[in-house]
């Protein structure tokens, strides 16, 4: 009988394969860095053979490394960022695939907004506009590129357009193709009036079929055996978001509960049963368990801003890890580690645009000439946790959340300085769960259900999850906190009239 579950998470920066054994334990995990490309200022596109053989290299080396046999495998589930857009031409062969950090079409949403189209959605999809959502790029290829948007075959998010590869079969789940402001979330069905409204009416042919997100949608192809090292015919679910499958990964399956995942985007999520209907409140989905809601307030503005740092600025941290055999990660905690908490620098997260406002940017307040490398570092790290606390001030607004400590998950839980920073300035205990592999985790329980190893999502995370790490907040570190936050968002008032010149100088 097939022991193992292979879960597959491709987000902005990476894409990721884990195996797993039937308890949820980890038998391999690999992964690979896929390149980002900025053809103009704003755009992030991918090339999708390169995303393509990236996923190839990972299956192949577990496989290779773990000496199972893949006919072992009784099920693959994939996820992925959500929204973005990733589109095949009339004859199934992929012609552009565009992430969820791009901002070409944040004219259209300014656009949108001012001619209150927002007003007019947000009763059957309950979310916001935004630039990289796949409702928005559409409208601009059919504006912009009307060469391209007359070719397109099928409409697709990232996790799909593998799931493609790996079986030939078009499809999408409910919890992905409900973000993107595509579908009424109160009937589950594409909307033709949302689609009038965006005068995209003449697409609907090309969007994928829904399925649930544990439902098999196809099977592994003779091509994608060959070029993987998979068994022919191995089971392929519909898989889910990649913010869905973290929080099944850490334990969040239940009605009141939330979670934050500190990756390359800040994704902050509560769990109800109810849609909602405050416009405040930036996104309700569809979840992975059919039942439920999900609560999101989203923007690309947590890791990715530490990243660029360590990128552009830490040669020297970069090279002493090397040396001491951990990561730059590691050194930069340890630098953080040492700057004083009362440091009155400030950092606004907003490198990739923000929540806050489409024109917002990244910038540094309180620069002087004594601050070092280090007074940076430990700005970027509070910013980020500043920057999720701005969305889930409006989740708390909005949704009800039971009174239980807050599952911390994403690259950002790896470091316990970061950790302790979340739990000290949100004033609440955080809870890492046992594995850093949550999004692959989440979805090959959800390939477990659909192949008959688990009964539910209830009975998975029971089986499957524990917490290995509990970080309690301090009161003198959050009121201290608090007083810069209020700075924090102070300044953001204050530089709205200055983000809105700057774009148009760059105009």
């Not at 929204?83 to 656009?111: C, F």
Request: aromatic residues 8%.
């Amino acid at each position: 009988m097939p022991q193992y579950l292979l879960g597959i998470d491709n987000g902005n920066t990476a894409c990721k394969a884990t195996l797993f054994d039937n308890k949820g334990r980890v038998v391999f995990s690999v992964s690979n860095k896929v390149k980002t490309y900025y053809p103009q200022v704003g755009w992030s596109e991918r090339n999708i053979d390169e995303l393509w053989q990236a996923n190839v290299k990972n299956i192949k080396t577990i496989i290779h490394k773990s000496g199972i046999n893949p006919l072992e495998i009784a099920g693959i589930g994939n996820s992925g960022h959500g929204n973005g857009l990733y589109i095949l031409d009339k004859v199934g062969k992929p012609i552009v695939g565009i992430q969820s950090i791009d901002t070409r079409a944040s004219n259209l949403v300014e656009e949108w907004q001012a001619n209150g189209l927002q007003e007019q959605v947000y009763p059957m999809t309950s979310q916001h506009f935004w630039a990289a959502q796949t409702n928005t790029l559409l409208a601009w290829f059919k504006r912009y590129k009307p060469q391209v948007y007359q070719n397109i075959g099928s409409v697709l998010l990232c996790k799909d357009l593998i799931n493609y590869l790996l079986t030939q079969e078009i499809a999408t789940d409910y919890s992905d193709i409900s973000t993107t402001n595509l579908l009424d979330i109160h009937t589950k069905k594409y909307s033709d009036e949302l689609l009038n409204i965006y005068q995209l009416n003449d697409i609907k042919a090309s969007l994928p079929p829904i399925f649930q997100s544990h439902e098999i949608i196809g099977n592994v192809t003779k091509t994608a055996a060959k070029q993987t090292g998979l068994a022919v015919g191995t089971p392929v679910i519909a898989g889910m978001l990649d913010v869905d499958a973290s929080l099944i990964g850490s334990g969040v399956v239940k009605s009141g509960e939330l979670a934050i995942v500190a990756g390359t985007w800040s994704i902050n999520g509560l769990l109800s049963e109810k849609t909602n209907s405050d416009l405040n409140l930036a996104m309700t989905a569809l979840f992975a368990e059919p039942n439920l809601f999900i609560a999101l307030e989203a923007s690309a503005t947590s890791m990715t801003n530490l990243e660029w740092f360590i990128n552009h600025f830490c040669t020297d941290e970069y090279r002493k890890a090397k040396r001491m055999g951990i990561s730059t990660h590691e050194v930069c905690d340890e630098l953080v580690s040492k700057v004083a908490m009362n440091s009155t620098l400030i950092f606004h997260p907003f490198l990739h645009g923000s929540n806050v406002q489409s024109n917002a940017r990244a910038g540094f307040y309180g620069l002087g000439g004594w601050h070092k490398k280090a007074d940076l570092l430990r700005a970027i790290y509070e910013g980020i946790v500043f920057g999720h606390l701005l969305h889930i001030e409006k989740l708390i607004e909005n949704v009800s959340v039971n009174d239980t400590p807050i599952k911390l998950t994403g690259g950002g839980s790896r470091s316990p300085v970061l950790s302790q920073m979340f739990a000290d300035i949100l004033n609440v205990q955080m809870d890492v769960p046992n594995t850093t592999e949550t999004g692959t985790l989440g979805v090959a329980i959800s390939a477990g259900i659909a192949t008959g190893i688990f009964k539910n999502y209830e009975e998975a995370v029971e089986a499957t999850i524990s917490v290995s790490k509990k970080y309690f907040p301090s009161q003198d570190n959050y009121v201290l906190y608090q007083n810069k936050y209020q700075v924090f968002k102070s300044l953001i008032t204050q530089m709205e009239e200055p983000w809105n010149s700057l774009k148009k100088l760059n105009s």
